[in-house]
């Protein structure tokens, strides 16, 4: 499979735990994108990627959120601290080239904090 | 900033019946238009784009989008309705310029295509 590969598809966490969430690109997009869905809503912008470089973050992106892209390939997104609010599906996403190109995204991660 | 506005939480339609599903933009700048398309427990799936040149724009599946620059608008059509088109429909823009490179997505639009 040449998608975005995003793992693990599912993840129940107890409010207060850590969890980390693995997302990998197709395999020559330079640009990362993560993204959070609620039910019924649109994908939010969280933060982006160029290359290893984190170039944007949304103000959604709390201080209990972090991000990385470490050499530019597979990048983790870490939510310390969890609360029931920060129950959603978080969407990777990747692209390649100029702001023109479209995004090719992941089937999701779906966090449940209980 | 840019924002997205899909008006119509819900379109039914008919098998066989055009299909059209609205969206409305805003931005400060010339804009890139998008549409995906999301199936229950899977990810988005790009259908079209609007860049720059002609305004009606084919994607995958049959699909299409005009772009209206007058009424800032991206409305996606389909001038057969299937049956399996029945998901949930995300229009999406990017400015052209400036640093900002993230998509901004409309809440949703839920197709049913009626047997």
């Known amino acids: 499979d040449t998608g975005v590969s995003q793992d693990p598809r599912h993840k129940i966490t107890k409010r207060g735990q850590n969890v980390t969430f693995r997302c990998d690109p197709i395999s020559e997009h330079n640009r990362l994108y993560w993204y959070r869905q609620t039910l019924g809503q649109g994908p939010e912008f969280l933060t982006y990627f160029q290359n290893e470089a984190q170039l944007e973050k949304s103000r959604l992106l709390s201080d209990r959120f972090s991000a990385e892209r470490p050499k530019g390939s597979f990048s983790t997104l870490e939510i310390q601290r969890t609360e029931q609010g920060d129950s959603a599906m978080y969407l990777c996403?990747?692209?390649?080239?100029?702001?023109?190109?479209?995004?090719?995204f992941g089937q999701g991660t779906r966090l449940t904090v209980v | 900033a840019q924002s997205v506005a899909q008006p119509e939480d819900q379109v039914n339609v008919a098998e066989g019946n055009p299909l059209t599903v609205k969206c409305t933009y805003s931005?400060?700048?010339?804009?890139?238009l998008f549409w995906y398309v999301q199936y229950p427990n899977r990810g988005l799936q790009f259908l079209l784009k609007y860049i720059t040149g002609d305004n009606l724009v084919k994607g995958s599946y049959g699909f299409e989008a005009e772009f209206n620059k007058s009424q800032t608008s991206f409305h996606l059509k389909k001038p057969s309705a299937l049956v399996s088109d029945s998901a949930l429909y995300f229009c999406a823009v990017r400015v052209i310029s400036g640093s900002a490179r993230q998509l901004t997505f409309g809440s949703g639009t839920q197709l049913t295509v009626l047997p």
């Open positions: 996403a990747s692209s390649f080239g100029q702001t023109n190109t479209e995004a090719f």
């Open positions: 931005v400060s700048g010339n804009p890139y």
